[in-house]
C-alpha cells in the first residue's frame, strides 16, 4: 500500500470485516505497558484503549472501539 488511497480502502474494508466481531483486541505493543506508555492515554475521555483494557478486566461488557494513534 503506497498510497493513501490504498490505505484508506484497506482500513475500510478491514474495519467492515471486524465490525461483525463481538470485540477483538489487536495492537503493535504489549499491553502490559497500557497503564505507562504515554499513547494508550491518549484518546476521548473514558475512550482510551487503558479505559477499555481495564473495563475488560472489571468483567464489565466486550466494547468495540477504533482508536487512532496518529
Sequence with gaps: MDTETERDGWRQRTRRSLQRLPWVV???????????????????????LRDVVRRFWEGREPEQVFLRYH
Design 26 to 48: 489487536s495492537g503493535g505493543q504489549p499491553y502490559h505497558v497500557a497503564v505507562i506508555e504515554g499513547r494508550f492515554g491518549k484518546g476521548p475521555q473514558g475512550r482510551t
